[in-house]
C-alpha cells in the first residue's frame, strides 16, 4: 500500500488507517475473530491502527482495545498504533475527563495495557469544558517531556483549538469525524494539510447504521460500478480527496470489510465524480 508520513516527522503510516473501537465496544466480535480482522488489514498493507484506553464496555473494561491490539502488533513489524486520553466510560456512558489527574493515571494504564515503554502517538481524545484546555494540553506537554509518549496528536477539536494547543507543544495530527453526511471538519481537515498536519478522519463511511446506508445513493452505486469497487471503497476515496493529508481510519468487525477499506488506497476518483458526491444530499434520516 502507499505510504505517506505523520505530519512532518519521518514515520512512515498507510494511506489509509484502521480504527480498532469496533473490535471493543458493545457487538464486538468474539477475540479470536477480532484478532484475525486485525491481521487481515495488516495483511493488506495497513500499518497505522488506532486506539483508545476507552475503546471497551465500560470503566472495568478500560483498556480492552489496547490489549487485543497490543496482542497483535507483537506477531507483526511496522505497525504504529496510536490511542487517546481524555474519556471515561462510568457504566458504559462517553464522559470527558482532561483533568491532570485522569490523563497522567490514563497514561501509565495505556502503557501498562499495550506493554510498551513509550505510546508512539498520543492523542488528547476531546476538549473538556470542566477544565481549561491548555491546562489538559500542558498535561500532555509534561508526559511527552517525561518520555512517556514520542508524538502529539489532537481529537475532536477546532482550528481555533488546534492553535492553542500548537502553541504549547507540537502537534503531528488532528483526528475528528469526517464523512459525506458529516462535513463540518472539512476546514479543519484543510487547515492541517496547510500547516503538515496529518488529518484522521474518524467514521470515515458514517458508521453504524449511516454506513449501511450508503449503497443506496444512486451516486455512489454508479461510481462504484464504475470502478468495480464498493460503495464504502468509493466514499473513502471522496474522504481521502478533501485534503492533502487525509487518512481515513475505518473500522471493521468482519475481514472482509477490513479488506475493502485497504483496496480503496488504490481508487482515485475524478474530478467531475468528487463533484457529484459533494452536490449529493446524504440525509441521515
Known amino acids: 500500500m502507499e505510504t505517506t508520513t505523520l505530519g512532518d516527522t519521518s514515520d512512515a503510516i498507510s494511506v489509509i488507517g484502521f480504527g480498532g473501537m469496533p473490535l471493543s465496544i458493545q457487538g464486538r466480535p468474539p477475540e479470536d475473530v477480532a484478532r484475525r480482522v486485525l491481521h487481515a488489514a495488516i495483511d493488506a498493507g495497513i500499518t497505522l491502527i488506532d486506539t483508545a484506553d476507552v475503546y471497551c464496555l465500560d470503566d ?23 490511542t ?13 475527563d482532561g483533568s491532570p489527574k485522569h490523563i497522567r493515571a490514563a497514561c501509565e494504564q495505556s502503557l501498562r495495557s499495550m506493554q510498551t515503554g513509550q505510546i508512539w502517538l498520543y492523542q488528547f481524545h476531546a ?13 500532555f506537554a509534561e508526559l ?10 489532537l481529537s475532536n477539536v477546532s482550528v481555533e483549538q488546534l492553535e492553542r494547543a500548537q502553541r504549547i507543544l507540537p502537534v503531528v495530527s488532528v483526528q475528528n469525524r469526517l464523512n459525506p453526511y458529516f462535513r463540518d ?7 492541517c494539510a496547510k500547516r503538515k498536519i496529518t488529518f484522521l478522519a474518524y467514521s470515515p463511511v458514517g458508521g453504524g447504521r449511516l454506513a449501511k446506508k450508503l449503497p443506496k445513493f444512486e451516486v ?26 487525509v487518512v481515513p481510519i475505518p473500522g471493521a468487525r468482519k475481514i472482509e470489510h477490513a479488506q475493502d477499506s485497504a483496496r480503496s488506497a488504490e481508487l482515485t476518483l475524478t ?7 459533494d452536490g449529493t444530499d446524504f440525509d441521515r434520516g
Do not use: C, M, Y
Open 60 to 82: 472495568d473494561d478500560i483498556g480492552h482495545n489496547e490489549r487485543l491490539i497490543a496482542s497483535v502488533v507483537r506477531e507483526r513489524d511496522g505497525v504504529r498504533v496510536a
Open 84 to 96: 487517546k486520553a481524555g474519556l471515561r466510560r462510568p457504566r458504559g456512558a462517553w464522559v470527558t
Open 127 to 139: 476538549p473538556d469544558a470542566k477544565v481549561p484546555f491548555d491546562k489538559s494540553v500542558e498535561t
Open 144 to 153: 511527552q517531556r517525561e518520555g512517556k509518549f514520542r508524538w502529539f496528536g
Open 185 to 191: 471538519s472539512i476546514d479543519v481537515a484543510r487547515e
Open 220 to 245: 455512489l452505486q454508479r461510481i462504484a460500478q464504475a470502478h468495480g469497487a464498493s460503495p464504502h471503497t468509493v466514499v473513502l476515496a471522496w474522504v481521502r480527496a478533501q485534503a492533502e493529508t
Open 271 to 277: 474530478g467531475d465524480e468528487l463533484r457529484e458526491i
